[in-house]
């Protein structure tokens, strides 16, 4: 907003302020228009569930992964809610102790592909020049490799043991994508009037970039962070259904590797709950993912909330 003042001389000026101040009720707001789209409301509560089960489950449930021959490939029951595997360990704590590998791979790789996917994007956009050029060359180089088979190939090569190394890899082949979406983005936000005033105004990049640039694009970096998690979990989860990064036994892609090697579950109905209860699992994870990410851009962007 601004102000009227006068200078010594009695001639009018313009002082203009900042409104600094969040609203408080930003959250409630949030929430009221995730609730009011159906779509996205049953997908925050499907992620919800994934997250608690990683979060709490293993504090809950106890996994015995001994083999019991005499126990194996039983049906659903109270003791074993979706059965046993071909060794005779439940299959239900499987997937739950698994889950937390999920999620972890998914979150850091998500992670670190926005923190690169962004500063790449606004860096390129906010500079531009030669700088940008040399920025779009490296990144068209990564977006002309085929993203998977690079990952299969790295994953061959390395020894995976933990979840964020192979977050790494995976984020790897995934920036480039966003950061020449960032950088349209940028482009498109610096022709805008309130930027061209804030650079009239003498307001330094970082300000620029915190207060004015990032708000516009916060509706878009959330909703490829939710998208990117997505795909880092189905990617994931294909190459250890490959075998080739095998470091979690209880893994959903592990599991599915298991049930198809050593159980024969595509063709032995006493491995189906072996085999089906990643699969519903990861399908489930990925259809609440899209509801969720469904109604993000109407919740974080003002413009286009609704009332009602």
């Not at 159906?38 to 504090?59: D, E, H």
């Not at 019991?68 to 979706?82: A, D, I, M, T, V």
């Not at 964020?164 to 498109?188: E, M």
């Amino acid at each position: 907003m601004s102000t009227m003042m006068t200078t010594p001389t009695g001639e009018p000026t313009v002082r203009y302020t900042f409104d600094r101040k969040l609203k408080p009720n930003a959250v409630k707001a949030f929430f009221t228009t995730i609730y009011r789209n159906k779509k996205a409301f049953i997908g925050m509560i499907i992620l919800l569930f994934f997250l608690c089960m990683a979060v709490f489950g293993p504090m809950v449930i106890h996994l015995n992964m001994t083999v019991q021959y005499n126990e194996r490939y039983q049906g659903p029951s109270l003791h074993h809610l979706l059965g046993t595997d071909y060794a005779g360990r439940d299959t239900f704590g499987q997937v739950v102790y698994g889950s937390r590998d999920v999620l972890l791979i998914g979150f850091f790789a998500s992670l670190f592909t926005i923190i690169i996917g962004v500063i790449v994007g606004t860096v390129s956009g906010l500079i531009g020049g030669k700088f940008d050029t040399i920025l779009m060359f490296i990144t068209n180089l990564f977006l002309t490799i085929p993203s998977f088979p690079a990952m299969m190939i790295i994953a061959a090569l390395f020894s995976i043991t933990d979840p964020i190394l192979f977050a790494v890899i995976l984020s790897a082949w995934q920036w480039a994508g966003l950061a020449r979406a960032v950088r349209s983005q940028i482009f498109s936000l610096k022709q805008r009037e309130f930027i061209k005033v804030c650079r009239v105004m003498g307001l330094g990049t970082g300000y620029i970039i915190s207060r004015e640039i990032m708000p516009n694009i916060a509706s878009y970096i959330s909703i490829s962070f939710i998208q990117t998690i997505q795909g880092s979990i189905v990617a994931s989860v294909g190459l250890m259904l490959l075998g080739l990064a095998p470091f979690s036994i209880t893994n959903w892609g592990t599991m599915l590797n298991l049930a198809i090697q050593n159980t024969g579950g595509i063709f032995n109905p006493r491995g189906y709950y072996y085999l089906l209860a990643p699969i519903v699992c990861l399908s489930l994870f990925q259809m609440g993912s899209i509801f969720f990410s469904n109604g993000i851009d109407d919740a974080m962007n003002p413009r286009l909330r609704t009332n009602s």
